[in-house]
């Protein structure tokens, strides 16, 4: 696996190294000793407590979406279909916050993206559907779930622009960065 930096640094992509031939493919999903070395977490690797799974279709946008308590770390990842997924630094005393990252995770790329505590998260369904894991270093705790908007225009988000957002009532009523809660 090799980590590709991202412009947050502490937001990583990750590329596995993939075995294949005509039978399939294998490769190793998660490693916590080569995870702590790419991601640079020099007291280990996070604990991860919870896997979660969803299935979205075309156009799904979920997000932006963070605990503020209870904070958690995210090891995504789609193992069928495409999605834009994107990370928003939330940490006011960081010098990236407000700024954002995205890329394309896909069953064909095998990408995954770590995103620690502190960002809030979403993505955006860019084939016919797809299925979404992820990791994660803390247990939901829907009480302090918020969300920001998606569409934020002092973040910026250069969502795909064939997407035609399908949003839930929650993110329909996510807020805008200046009048969220954030991480110190």
């Avoid at 949003?167 to 110190?184: I, P, Y």
């Amino acid at each position: 696996m090799k980590a590709v930096p991202t412009s947050i640094e502490d937001v990583v992509i990750l590329e596995p190294k993939v075995f294949g031939d005509d039978r399939g493919f294998f490769y190793e999903s998660y490693n916590e000793r080569r995870f702590a070395e790419l991601t640079g977490q020099l007291r280990g690797a996070p604990r991860f407590v919870q896997d979660n799974h969803s299935k979205s279709a075309k156009n799904v946008l979920r997000g932006l979406h963070y605990q503020i308590q209870q904070a958690q770390g995210k090891l995504v990842r789609v193992i069928a279909g495409e999605v834009f997924d994107v990370a928003v630094d939330i940490r006011r005393s960081s010098p990236t916050f407000g700024r954002w990252v995205g890329v394309t995770l896909s069953a064909a790329n095998q990408r995954q993206m770590w995103i620690p505590a502190g960002f809030a998260h979403g993505f955006a369904v860019t084939s016919e559907s797809a299925e979404f894991l992820y990791k994660t270093t803390d247990y939901w705790a829907p009480e302090h779930e918020r969300c920001i908007m998606w569409n934020d225009p002092s973040i910026g988000i250069e969502w795909p622009s064939d997407v035609r957002p399908l949003l839930s009532d929650k993110d329909r009523r996510g807020k805008l960065l200046t009048d969220a809660e954030v991480f110190s």
